[in-house]
C-alpha cells in the first residue's frame, strides 16, 4: 500500500479537496473552499495545511477570511441552500471562544436541513500543557470542552483523538453530508496537537471519491394510497417546503398542479417552488401566510406536505388546518418528517420522484369546476390586496409593505431576497412575488438575527461558483445588522457583491409588535435612552446612532434615502443604481414600524401570562384562550 507522509491537516485538506457530489448530470466539488479564523488552536495545523495547499496549487483548497466564526457557517449555509444542498462550505476556528461562536451557526444549518462542515479546534489529545489557554477545566470531567457543545447541534460529531481515526471520521463525515435525510451540520472536533501529527495516509485515502446523493423512489403501496386519498378528496392543498427546491422538483410540481388543478401554498423554505403568478399558486401558508392559502388550508380535506417540516409558523401553531376528517399526504425524504401530524399515509421519497409517479397514478383526475372557480376568486382577491400594500403612500416615513414593494419593483426575476428575522420575514412571505425558483431565501427555520449579511455573501458566493451573474439583495432591519455586519469588512475585501437594504425603525419592531399581542405594551424593544428615574427605555431620546456611517466606515458604498413623500421613489432608484455598480452597495432608508403587512388570518402560539394585574396582559390572555381552541391535537 502506497502512503505519504503528512500530518492531519494536511491530510483532511487534500481529501476534503478530491471529494466531489454527484446528482443526476451534475457533478461539483463537495467542499469547495474553507474559512477560517486562526488562533494558537488552528493557526499551526489547519491553517499551515491550507498555506501548503495555497503553495502547491491556489485552487485545491481556496481560502476565506472572515471578520466572526458565527458568520463563516451562515455563509456556508447560504452557499448550500443555492446549490440544492449538493456543496457548502468548510469552517475552521481556534480553541474556546472562535469555536464557541460557530454554535449559533451550527444550529442554525441543522435546523434548516443544511450541510456545514464545522472543524473547530480543541485542546490538546495528550494533556500535556492542560489547562492550555481558553480552555474549559470541569472538575467532575477533564475531558469535557467548547466543542462538545457541538454535539446536540450537529447531526454527525466526532473527534479526531488519533491520528489514525481521520479515516473513518472523514468517511463518516462526508456520509451525512451528503445524504439529503441527515444532512445538517457536521462537527469534526480536532485537538490542536493532532492537527500537527504526522502519520502516513494511505494514497487511497486521499484520492478523488464521489458522493451520489440518494434520491429514493417512493414505494408502490405509498403511491397508491396517496393517490387514492388525493381522487377522493374535495378540497386538497398542497403545502409545499424546501424539499421541492431541494430536489429541483420544482417542474414536476408545476406539472402536478396544473394536471390536477390542487392549489398550493409555500413555507418560507418553499418559496419559489411555484411562481407568484402562477393561477394555483396562493402564497405563503400558515401564521405569515396569506388569507388565499389559510382560507382553503382551513377548509382542505386532503393536505399534501411535499418538502415541509410542518415548523409552527406553516401550521399557524396547529391552527390553519381546521376540517375535522382532514388527511395528511407527507411527502418526505425524511421518514422522521414524513410521519408528522400523525399520518397513515407516508410518502419516503425524493421529492421529485415522488411527484412524478403520482402524476402518472391520477391521470384523468382533477379538481372540481367549483374549486377551481374559488382557487381563483382567493388568489385574485389576495392579488389585490397585496398590489395596494405594496404601492407607495406617500407618507414622510414609508411603512415597511411600500419599502419591500420599491426595491421589488427595481430587482430582476432571478434576483435573490435574503432576510432571516424580524418583521421581515413575515412581511416577504406574504408580499414578495417570487420569480424564480431560487429567487426566495428566507432562513426562518433558526430565524438567526444576524443571518442576513453573512447568509447573503454565501449565496453571492455559491452563485458565483455557479456562473450565475444575478445579483442579491439582502433585506435587513436594525436590530439584525446591529447583531452581525461585520462581513460587509469581507464583502469589501473580496470584491463580493451583495445590495443590501438597511431598514431603520430605531428598536426591534417585529418582536415590539408581538409584544403588544401578548400585553407587554412594547417594554424593552425601543432603541432609546435609559430613564435614570423610571429604569427602563420606554420614553427616553432616540438614540443618535448613524448606521450608514457605520456601513461607510468598513469601504462599502452607502446611499441614504432622507424621509419624505417620495422616499420609495428615491429607494427604486437607488436600488437600480446598486445593482448597476459593480461593487457592494449599503442604502439606508428610515421606516414607520407601526404600518404593518396586510393580515393574512394566521396565528402564532406565544403563552400569555395566566394572571397580570396588567389590563393589557389580561385582555391578551382572553384572546390567547380564544385563539388555543382552534388547535389541532399533537399527534406527531
Keep these: 500500500m502506497t502512503t505519504r507522509r503528512m500530518t492531519v491537516s494536511q491530510a483532511l485538506v487534500e481529501f476534503l479537496a478530491n471529494q466531489w457530489t454527484v446528482d443526476g448530470d451534475v457533478r461539483e466539488r463537495t467542499v469547495p473552499g474553507m474559512f477560517g479564523i486562526f488562533g494558537h488552536g488552528n493557526v499551526a495545523g489547519l491553517g499551515q495545511a491550507l498555506k501548503q495547499a495555497n503553495v502547491q496549487d491556489p485552487h485545491r483548497m481556496p481560502y476565506y477570511q472572515a471578520r466572526n466564526e458565527q458568520a463563516m457557517v451562515h455563509q456556508a449555509v447560504g452557499f448550500a441552500r443555492i446549490h440544492r444542498r449538493r456543496a457548502t462550505l468548510a469552517s475552521t476556528a481556534s480553541v474556546g471562544p472562535g469555536a464557541a461562536n460557530m454554535l449559533t451557526g451550527a444550529a442554525l444549518a441543522t435546523a434548516n436541513r443544511l450541510p456545514a462542515l464545522l472543524l473547530p479546534s480543541d485542546t490538546f489529545a495528550t494533556r500535556v500543557a492542560d489547562p492550555v489557554l481558553q480552555q474549559l477545566e470541569h472538575p467532575h470531567d477533564l475531558g469535557v470542552q467548547v466543542t462538545d457543545a457541538f454535539r446536540p447541534l450537529s447531526r454527525f460529531f466526532d473527534r479526531v483523538q488519533r491520528p489514525e481515526q481521520l479515516f473513518s471520521i472523514a468517511l463518516a463525515a462526508m456520509r451525512v453530508l451528503t445524504d439529503p435525510a441527515e444532512t445538517g451540520a457536521v462537527t469534526i472536533a480536532l485537538p490542536e496537537d493532532v492537527q500537527a501529527e504526522a502519520f502516513d495516509v494511505p494514497e487511497e485515502f486521499?484520492?478523488?471519491?464521489?458522493?451520489?446523493?440518494?434520491?429514493?423512489?417512493?414505494?408502490?403501496?405509498?403511491?397508491?394510497?396517496?393517490?387514492?386519498?388525493?381522487?377522493?378528496?374535495?378540497?386538497?392543498?398542497?403545502?409545499?417546503?424546501?424539499?421541492?427546491?431541494?430536489?429541483?422538483?420544482?417542474?414536476?410540481?408545476?406539472?402536478?398542479?396544473?394536471?390536477?388543478?390542487?392549489?398550493?401554498?409555500?413555507?418560507?423554505?418553499?418559496?419559489?417552488a411555484l411562481a407568484w403568478d402562477h393561477p394555483l399558486y396562493l402564497g405563503g401558508v400558515g401564521a405569515t401566510g396569506t388569507s388565499a392559502a389559510n382560507r382553503l388550508a382551513g377548509e382542505a380535506d386532503v393536505v399534501i406536505g411535499i418538502g415541509t417540516r410542518y415548523s409552527d409558523f406553516t401550521t399557524a401553531s396547529r391552527t390553519v388546518f381546521q376540517d375535522a376528517g382532514v388527511t395528511f399526504v407527507n411527502i418526505n425524504v425524511a421518514a422522521f418528517d414524513a410521519y408528522k401530524h400523525g399520518t397513515q399515509l407516508p410518502v419516503i421519497a425524493d421529492a421529485r420522484e415522488a411527484l412524478d409517479d403520482l402524476r402518472d397514478a391520477l391521470v384523468g383526475a382533477s379538481v372540481a369546476g367549483e374549486y377551481r372557480d374559488r382557487i381563483a376568486a382567493e388568489k385574485r382577491g389576495w392579488d389585490e390586496v397585496a398590489e395596494q400594500a405594496l404601492a407607495p403612500t406617500g407618507a414622510e416615513l414609508p411603512g415597511q409593505p411600500e419599502i419591500i414593494g420599491a426595491v421589488q419593483r427595481a430587482s430582476a426575476p432571478r434576483d435573490v431576497v435574503v432576510q432571516a428575522a424580524g418583521s421581515l420575514p413575515g412581511d416577504l412571505h406574504k408580499l414578495w412575488r417570487v420569480r424564480d425558483a431560487l429567487g426566495y431565501h428566507v432562513e426562518y427555520a433558526f430565524s438567526t438575527m444576524g443571518y442576513e449579511i453573512a447568509g447573503g455573501m454565501g449565496v453571492k458566493r455559491g452563485?458565483?461558483?455557479?456562473?450565475?451573474?444575478?445579483?442579491?439583495?439582502?433585506?435587513?432591519?436594525?436590530?439584525?445588522?446591529?447583531?452581525?455586519?461585520?462581513?460587509?469588512?469581507?464583502?469589501?475585501?473580496?470584491?463580493?457583491?451583495?445590495?443590501?437594504?438597511?431598514?431603520?425603525?430605531?428598536?426591534?419592531?417585529?418582536?415590539?409588535?408581538?409584544?403588544?399581542?401578548?400585553?407587554?405594551?412594547?417594554?424593552?424593544?425601543?432603541?432609546?435612552?435609559?430613564?435614570?428615574?423610571?429604569?427602563?427605555?420606554?420614553?427616553?431620546?432616540?438614540?443618535?446612532?448613524?448606521?450608514?456611517?457605520?456601513?461607510?466606515?468598513?469601504?462599502?458604498?452607502?446611499?441614504?434615502?432622507?424621509?419624505?413623500?417620495?422616499?420609495?421613489?428615491?429607494?427604486?432608484?437607488?436600488?437600480?443604481?446598486?445593482?448597476?455598480?459593480?461593487?457592494?452597495?449599503?442604502?439606508?432608508?428610515?421606516?414607520?414600524?407601526?404600518?404593518?403587512?396586510?393580515?393574512?388570518?394566521?396565528?402564532?402560539?406565544?403563552?400569555?401570562?395566566?394572571t397580570s394585574e396588567l389590563e393589557s396582559t389580561q385582555r391578551a390572555r382572553n384572546e390567547y384562550v380564544e385563539q388555543q381552541k382552534k388547535q389541532r391535537p399533537l399527534l406527531g
Excluded at 216 to 242: D, M, N
Aim: proline letters at 6%; hydrophobic letters at 40%.
Design 463 to 610: 452563485l458565483e461558483a455557479l456562473g450565475d451573474d444575478r445579483d442579491v439583495i439582502v433585506m435587513v432591519g436594525d436590530g439584525s445588522y446591529l447583531m452581525l455586519h461585520t462581513e460587509l469588512v469581507t464583502a469589501v475585501a473580496e470584491g463580493i457583491k451583495i445590495v443590501v437594504v438597511l431598514i431603520q425603525n430605531d428598536g426591534y419592531a417585529s418582536i415590539g409588535h408581538l409584544s403588544e399581542t401578548v400585553g407587554s405594551d412594547r417594554y424593552g424593544t425601543r432603541y432609546r435612552y435609559r430613564d435614570p428615574a423610571e429604569l427602563n427605555f420606554e420614553r427616553g431620546d432616540f438614540l443618535p446612532v448613524d448606521l450608514a456611517a457605520n456601513a461607510r466606515s468598513y469601504g462599502i458604498d452607502v446611499i441614504e434615502i432622507a424621509p419624505g413623500r417620495d422616499a420609495v421613489d428615491r429607494l427604486s432608484e437607488a436600488v437600480t443604481a446598486a445593482k448597476a455598480s459593480p461593487t457592494s452597495t449599503l442604502i439606508h432608508i428610515e421606516s414607520d414600524p407601526f404600518v404593518y403587512a396586510p393580515d393574512g388570518g394566521g396565528w402564532w402560539d406565544v403563552p400569555v401570562a395566566e
Design 206 to 272: 486521499l484520492q478523488p471519491r464521489e458522493w451520489h446523493i440518494r434520491r429514493p423512489l417512493p414505494e408502490r403501496w405509498a403511491v397508491q394510497a396517496a393517490a387514492e386519498a388525493i381522487r377522493s378528496a374535495k378540497r386538497p392543498f398542497i403545502v409545499a417546503g424546501g424539499g421541492v427546491l431541494y430536489s429541483s422538483a420544482e417542474d414536476s410540481l408545476r406539472a402536478f398542479v396544473e394536471q390536477t388543478g390542487i392549489p398550493v401554498g409555500t413555507s418560507q423554505a418553499g418559496g419559489g
